[in-house]
């Protein structure tokens, strides 16, 4: 357990001194979402149920000073999290774990003035991932470990300073036998 922490504690680590470098109102938060899998997850894990996971990120903005405040509307966002699809009331050998890092660029569609940016926005974003593959669920009868990318995509609203809304599809592969894909409902508090 301490050997799969210890990457994300350390990106984690290494990731916090850039908010306290960027210029502009950068923001700390969590995100918590619930995972429809889609692919070859569903058969891996015989089930269709939602999986749950949660990241701690940061989000990055430009000084509305340094640049046009058309394009200050764009931002990044670098985080940490981990997702767990799992057959409900099923063994832990038949679940499939992603701890990922990873980087979105946010493009907010309107301006409106405000001290913040708010309304809708596009996502776009590329993930590094650690697929762990209980042993139920793989093809060999034992247990994977593969590191990949993934790539996604979606749209948010930022409803208030401190909460947005959000909706992305990731795509991954975790082998040749098992091409993953996840639509994500998520909220994003802010601190």
């Known amino acids: 357990m301490c050997e799969r922490l210890t990457l994300p504690v ?3 680590a290494l990731s916090l001194p850039l908010c306290a470098q960027w210029p502009g109102e950068n923001l700390v938060g969590v995100q918590g979402r619930a995972n429809i899998p889609a ?5 891996a894990v015989a089930s269709e149920a939602p999986g749950l996971g949660a990241s701690v990120q940061a989000e990055l903005h430009l000084a ?3 640049l046009e405040r058309n394009q200050c509307r764009i931002c990044a966002r670098v985080g940490l999290g981990a997702d767990v699809w799992r057959k409900p009331g099923g063994s832990s050998g038949r679940s ?5 890092a990873g980087a ?3 493009y907010f569609l309107r301006d409106d003035g405000r001290e913040w940016l708010n309304g809708p926005y596009l996502i776009g974003g590329l993930q ?4 762990v593959v209980g042993t139920a669920a793989s093809d060999t009868g034992s247990l994977e470990r593969t590191f990949r990318a993934g790539y996604a995509g979606g749209f948010g609203e930022r409803l208030n ?17 098992l ?7 998520a909220l994003d508090c802010w601190f």
């Open 161 to 177: 300073p401190h909460l947005d809304a959000e909706f992305k599809i990731l795509v991954s592969e975790v082998d040749p036998a």
């Open 179 to 185: 091409k993953v894909g996840v639509v994500t409902v």
């Open 10 to 12: 350390l990106l984690l």
């Open 96 to 100: 499939v774990t992603a701890f990922h």
């Open 64 to 66: 509305p000073y340094r």
């Open 128 to 131: 590094a991932m650690e697929w």
């Open 39 to 43: 692919g070859d997850l569903p058969d």
């Open 104 to 106: 979105d660029v946010l």
